[in-house]
C-alpha cells in the first residue's frame, strides 16, 4: 500500500492538506487529528510552530513530533547570541 492509500475510510470524508503531508498510517492519522484538535490545518501553519510548543499538544508526544519533522521543517529562529542594533543601523 503507498502513503496516499488508505485503508481508513473516513479519510475519504476528512479533506484535508495535511493528510497526504503526514501519511495514511496510525501515527499519520493520529498525528493529523491531535493537529486538528488544535486548529492546525495547512502546511504553513504547522511549519510556523516550534518544537516545544507542539510537544504542549494534549497526546502529543515525540513519536508524532518525529513524523512531522521529518515531513515539515522546523521554524527559523535567530540564535540567542543575535546582536542587538542601534537606531543607527550598526551593532549596539
Do not use: K, W
Not at 12 to 36: K, M, S, T
Not at 37 to 44: A, I, K, L, P, Y
Not at 54 to 61: I, R, S, T, W, Y
Amino acid at each position: 500500500m503507498n502513503d496516499t492509500a488508505c485503508r481508513d475510510y473516513r479519510c475519504r470524508f476528512i479533506p484535508g492538506e495535511l493528510d497526504d503531508l503526514l501519511g495514511h498510517d496510525r501515527i499519520g492519522h493520529q498525528v493529523r487529528n491531535l493537529l486538528g484538535r488544535e486548529g492546525v490545518q495547512t502546511r504553513e501553519q504547522l511549519a510556523a510552530i516550534p518544537d516545544a510548543r507542539l510537544l504542549e499538544f494534549e497526546n502529543f508526544g515525540v513519536g508524532c513530533l518525529a513524523r512531522v519533522r521529518s515531513r515539515v521543517p522546523a521554524p527559523a529562529s535567530l540564535p540567542a547570541s543575535f546582536p542587538e542594533f542601534s537606531i543607527s543601523g550598526g551593532p549596539s
